[in-house]
């Protein structure tokens, strides 16, 4: 019996002693190269003249990577405190399709900066986070709650306070129940969106409408974006402003209330 136990017990020690292979996480890792005065101006122009000053030695790094099927280019500045570094982390910018889609700060061990091979998560000093997070430019598609679109048109949207239909196949965004404050000049069934269908969660955009009593609807052009993580539907444009105290249409503005529609999938 203590000849079984002592041979137990060397198993045990055996096997605690046995290497145990570390957890690797799965990332493609940015290679990046001098990119020099062209990288400068054409990633860095705007912010090295927001600076106010000629920095002494702006060195832009850059890395393009494909991930996703979509391609990017990381680029990260270094200079020291002259182009904006603080200590151990430099400023970063991320372009896809030629946009800058994020401006962060990164450790400047470029070493250990990768993506994941959706190119959804940029890790620096072996630590990720989602672009999603830190995006400038807000999708055109629901990428992380897509599968929630699936479902939209049967249930209800806030928009303002009015409960409204998103009907992805039939390309329309409709008023169900208005608002108390709109119901002498919107009515049930009022379309504020039309377009062509899109799929739930995608790209899409088309025409809206502003509303005034008395006056026909004014249309625009609108492209939607979606918030990453919530359940929320945004339009944008340009949209219409009428002559004070009438209904012709003066000018288009960006800044208008009804240049940004959003919906949201709660009544809060």
């Known amino acids: 019996m203590r000849q079984l136990i002592r041979l137990a ?17 799965e990332k493609l890792k940015l290679d990046y190269r001098d990119g020099g005065a062209a990288a400068l101006e054409r990633y860095w122009g705007d912010y090295v003249a927001s600076l ?4 002494k030695r702006p060195r832009p790094l850059v890395a ?15 200079g020291g405190i002259d182009v904006g570094c603080g200590i151990r982390e430099c400023p970063v910018r991320i372009f896809q ?4 889609i994020v401006e962060t ?4 061990a470029t070493h250990t900066h990768g993506v994941s091979p ?20 807000a ?18 949207w806030n928009h303002n306070g009015s409960v409204m239909q998103i009907d992805p196949a039939a390309g329309t965004i409709v008023y169900l129940h208005p608002k108390a404050s709109l119901s002498a000049t919107v009515r049930p069934g009022q379309v504020l969106f039309e377009g062509t269908p899109w799929t739930p969660g995608g790209a899409f955009s088309g025409t809206a409408y502003t509303f005034r009593k008395g006056c026909p609807p004014a249309p625009y ?22 002559r004070k105290g009438g209904c012709e249409v003066v000018s288009y503005s960006s800044t208008s209330s009804n240049a940004m529609l959003a919906f949201h999938s709660t009544f809060d």
């Open 139 to 156: 999708p055109s598609e629901a990428r992380t709650t897509r599968d929630l679109w699936a479902d939209a048109a049967e249930r209800p």
């Open 97 to 100: 399709g030629g946009t800058l």
């Open 105 to 108: 700060m990164a450790c400047d």
């Open 64 to 78: 393009k990577v494909t991930a996703g099927g979509q391609s990017y280019v990381y680029s990260m500045l270094r």
């Open 118 to 137: 959706d190119g959804e998560i940029f890790y620096r000093c072996d630590i990720g986070r989602p672009l999603a997070n830190m995006l400038l430019v």
């Open 221 to 242: 052009t609108v492209t939607a974006t979606y918030e990453d993580f919530t359940e929320t539907l945004t339009l944008r444009g340009d949209a219409p402003v009428r």
């Open 9 to 25: 017990c060397l198993a045990i020690a055996v096997t605690l002693a046995a290497p145990v292979a570390a957890f690797e996480i």
């Open 52 to 55: 106010g000053y000629e920095p």
